[in-house]
């Protein structure tokens, strides 16, 4: 895909390059859309974290009636390929397409540009963690990016038909936290919740001109996003006897989160707008 979408801008540039030379008027309204690819930066060290007294403190161990920590098998990043830490996990930074519209409008000072833009997208990144236990069994918080509207400043520098920009602003995200465990003893709640989560963003770009009011363009820009309020996890009896793990510290059992709320986000987009 990210090869698809360079071999692409390379066409923009090319196609721009034999358009007839535009005015350097870049100011005024535009409207338009966008397509590209969206990855997730990879978190190799997140993991599941366990309130074991359930008095909203995080970092406790599960630990066995003969005092072991019933997660040793460890964590990795993904969804399980088995219930077993020896069969690992898929990888989870694959990515996913996105599409959206943008508007905005520009002001113009000599060559410099100055405007902001807003735009709203769609997509579908998925992000997971998950846990195993020794019984055996899997434990996997699941994280779908559903959608995101940003609004940004940018600052170009007019060259021709060429605008050349970097930009700054906020977003927000509509998140989907989804909780699967191959555990079919303990009882877990709630294993879906939707969420937001917001933060910033970061990027470059170039427009160039088809016609006087046509433009193209590619653009990166990075996402740092943080979840509003964590997806907790209580892990109740369920079939399981009082002596199971999850339920010696407190019979009400045990609350797990995700140990991380950072989303990081890399997008690769191809930009189209027609300008007022």
Known sequence: ???????????????????????????????????????????????????????????????????????????????????????????????????GLRAGYDLQFGSWVVGGVADLGLTNVEDAVTGFSTTPASYTFEREIKGMAAARLRVGYAMGRYLPYVTAGYALADVEDTYV?????????????????????????????????????????????????????????GSAPATNPFLLVNAAGTDQIRSSDQIELHAFRLTAAVRF
Do not use: H
């Open 181 to 237: 465990s191959s555990n079919v003893a303990n009882s877990f709640t709630p294993v879906r919740r939707d969420t937001d989560a917001d933060g910033y963003q970061l990027g470059a770009g170039i427009e160039t001109r088809l016609t006087d009011s046509v433009t193209v363009g590619i653009e990166y820009l990075y996402s740092d996003l943080e979840a509003g309020d964590p997806t907790v996890v209580r892990t109740g009896q």
């Open 1 to 99: 895909m990210t090869k698809t979408l360079a071999a692409l801008g390379v066409s923009v540039l090319a196609l721009a390059a034999a358009a007839p030379a535009a005015a350097q008027d870049w100011q005024g309204p535009y409207l338009g859309g966008f397509t590209g690819y969206v990855a997730p930066a990879q978190q190799d060290d997140e993991t599941i974290l366990f309130d074991t007294n359930l008095d909203g403190s995080f970092g406790d161990t599960v630990r066995t009636t003969a005092g072991a920590d019933a997660f040793s098998p460890g964590f990795c990043g993904g969804n399980p390929r088995g219930n077993n830490a020896a069969a690992g996990c898929s990888e989870d930074d694959d990515g996913a397409g996105e599409v």
